[in-house]
């Protein structure tokens, strides 16, 4: 099959499975604490998207030139994929920051006001998240990470 021979695609998938699995030991090593639902979660250190899209540009810069369409192609796909990372993304997180910090103060004024009885466990209600963008330095690293890592596995594969 084809598929199982496209080595952008590889190199983009090796990419991101890295990226996220990386950001376990880098936050234990920041926080103690051992997360591994960073493993599934977005935004951190490093930036697994920026890792995905510079991986496969890299891999089409390998394969096809840097003067061909399909590199010009995932190039600017890749700088709007990290352009939002840091801008959209990030503040989409702020937002969420600020959103949740109003929830808990107006359900503090509620239980205050009205004394209502402690909700069962199973009706707290859920947080948006917000860790959902990324630092610059964030992006910077997933990107260089996606370079390396295609250049390295392109070197065992090839």
């Known amino acids: 099959m084809e598929i199982f021979q496209n080595f952008p695609l590889w190199a983009a998938l090796f990419a991101i499975g890295f990226a996220q699995f990386v ?16 493993l599934t979660s977005t935004g951190g250190m490093p930036s697994s998207h920026s ?6 540009s890299t891999a089409i810069a390998i394969e096809f030139g840097l003067d061909s369409s399909v590199f010009a192609i995932a190039a600017v796909f890749g700088i709007i994929v990290m352009f939002d990372a840091t801008g959209v993304r990030r503040h989409a997180g702020y937002h969420a920051t600020v959103l949740n910090q109003l929830v808990t103060d107006f359900n503090k004024l509620v239980e205050e ?3 209502w009885p402690q909700k069962e466990e199973t009706e707290k209600r859920k947080e948006l998240k917000e860790l959902l963008g990324h630092q610059p330095i964030e992006v910077f690293f997933g990107a260089l990470l996606g370079i390396i890592l295609t250049l390295l596995l392109h070197v065992i594969v090839h």
């Open 23 to 38: 950001k376990v030991p880098l936050a234990f090593i920041a926080t103690r604490k051992l997360e591994w639902s960073l």
């Open 51 to 56: 890792a995905a899209v510079t991986a496969v």
């Open 113 to 115: 006001v009205k004394s």
